[in-house]
């Protein structure tokens, strides 16, 4: 009897998590060594085929640049490695023999991994590593529209870690992707954990399972120019980010905030670079285009150039245009600019002064992208410490290029293509997550003092420490016990 595809698909889900289970026994067994020696076979063979894979991306979703893919992959395969080569995750952690405790980790277990179709292989590479190094398996579930780039890296990754000692199964993924597969690999019970890097919708699905989640909102980061800033340089360092991989990446500036004062530089080093301001008539138009008519952004403009984000629209640019973009007067409904682009096109806010614009940030933020980036430009760090405690953000970037910035490739934090966006941003975590995010740590703790020590009775046995405060209130309570 020929199931249908629905069928086929949830039996998979439940197939994959099964296997995924036997694999962490097996895991679990391992010490520090053998699971750093996994992670390193992963790491060299996903840089060996970074360009390979790089391409398989771009031509299956037409999403993007095949060079920035490429760079995305060796991102998540020597950039990410470099950070977790040496951090301990499982076994002994950390030991304070003077306060005579043990910090153990102790794997999560099967972790359910969202991927989705704008940073697809380069996803697999990062949440293969992560997982693996901490010392659990992972179960993939694949956007349908790029479900052929993904299933090749996982056969990349797999392949390198099986090769290096991992259980088969400690890397699989699901390959009739369907919304009943997802809902079934997440709520099943033996999934202890999902990793939600994907739409809206599907995070808050992931949310929603009953089983633990770490979600990533939507991103929505304005960039502020401030006065102290080299204008040309921030105009460059916007446009290269909004530009890489044409835009798909959720940290990228999604619009530009100056005050008035500023104008007339902003707008002739856009123009200078390869920007197009948009006439009223031409935005207008686009922004008629970019949003559908529940309000959610046209997937035709995703990953595009802003050529043929401008085609599509209907309207006419030059050759030369790098970026197309629109000003903007709102926030909200009825002002399509205001929201995440996922492609090569900016709002352009301009304020009356910089408290009008550190207010236009946070509001750009709170309507969309809450706990997620804000980027500044700005040579006055006390400017900086203003408007980085007063934007609802995660990750506040200065003077580099958000998309790149926010992930940890021209700053120093630590590398993820999983952002987390805090309470604000509806997610469990505000890291840039990592093995450190996906592990239980069991503490050891050995009694240091006894009940009577806490009621201020004298005991025998050994304390760790006394502080002076302890030592004074013992003093007293002795005191006044012989009516001194």
């Known amino acids: 009897m020929e199931f249908d595809k629905d069928l086929r698909s949830i039996q998979e889900a439940r197939d994959k998590v099964a296997k995924a289970k036997k694999a962490q026994k097996v895991l679990a067994a391992m010490d520090q060594a053998a699971i750093d020696r996994i992670v390193t076979a992963i790491s060299q ?3 060996a085929e970074s360009a390979r894979l790089a391409r398989l991306a771009a031509e299956e979703t037409g999403f993007g640049v095949a060079a920035d893919k490429e760079i995305k992959n060796r991102f998540a395969a020597l950039t990410l490695y470099e950070a977790i080569k040496d951090q ?6 950390a030991e304070n023999k003077e306060q ?42 694949p956007h349908p529209s790029a479900l ?23 890397i699989s993924s699901l390959t009739t992707p369907t919304l009943e597969a997802t809902k079934t690999l997440m709520e099943h019970p033996d999934t202890r954990l999902i990793l939600a890097t994907g739409g809206p919708g599907m995070v808050k699905a992931a949310y929603s399972s009953g089983t633990p989640a770490i979600g990533v909102g939507a991103g929505n980061g ?17 446009l290269d980010s909004k530009t890489f991989d044409n835009g798909t990446i959720c940290a990228s500036e999604q619009s530009i905030v100056i005050a008035r004062a500023l104008e007339g530089p902003v707008t002739d080093a856009l123009k200078a670079q390869g920007a197009y301001l948009l006439s009223e008539e031409e935005a207008t138009k686009l922004g008629r285009f970019i949003l559908r008519p529940n309000g959610t952004m046209n997937p035709a403009i995703v990953g595009k150039t802003a050529q043929t984000v401008a085609r599509l629209a209907g309207l006419t640019v030059p050759p030369s245009t790098r970026v197309l973009v629109a000003r903007e007067k709102g926030v909200g409904p009825g002002f399509p600019y205001s929201s995440e682009k996922l492609g090569p096109i900016l709002a352009f806010y301009l304020e009356e002064n910089e408290e009008k614009a550190l207010a236009r940030c946070a509001e750009l933020l709170e309507w969309e992208g809450a706990g997620h980036t804000f980027a500044i430009h700005s040579e006055d760090e006390a400017v900086v410490r203003r408007f980085a405690s007063a934007m609802p953000a995660s990750r506040v970037l200065v ?10 490739a021209t700053t120093c934090l630590f590398p993820a293509l999983t952002l987390g966006c805090g309470a604000v941003g509806g997610s469990s975590s505000s890291n840039n997550i990592g093995p450190l995010d996906l592990i239980n740590i069991k503490r050891v703790a050995w009694g240091v003092r006894e009940v009577d020590d806490l009621r201020g009775v004298s005991s025998s046995h050994t304390r760790c420490e006394v502080s002076e405060d302890e030592l ?11 009516h001194v």
Not at 113 to 121: D, M
Not at 159 to 169: F, Q, S, V
Not at 399 to 408: D, I, P, Q, R, Y
Not at 472 to 482: A, D, E, G, M, S
Request: proline share 6%; hydrophobic share 45%.
């Open 45 to 47: 063979a996903a840089a």
């Open 88 to 93: 301990k995750t499982v076994g002994v952690l």
């Open 100 to 141: 005579r405790t043990i910090d153990i980790g102790v794997p999560v277990g099967v972790v359910a991994a969202l991927v989705p179709s704008t940073n697809p292989t380069s996803t697999v590479i990062y949440k293969s590593m992560i997982c693996l190094k901490a010392g659990s398996p992972v179960v993939f579930s």
């Open 148 to 170: 052929k780039c993904i299933l090749e890296t996982v056969n990349v990754v797999r392949r390198a870690a099986e090769g290096a000692g991992a259980p088969p199964d400690a």
């Open 222 to 238: 304005p960039a502020y120019i401030h006065h102290t800033a080299d204008v040309s340089l921030a105009v460059k360092r916007i």
């Open 399 to 408: 003077n580099t290029a958000a998309s790149l910035g926010g992930v940890g």
């Open 472 to 482: 004074q209130t013992l003093v007293n309570t002795i005191l006044r016990r012989l």
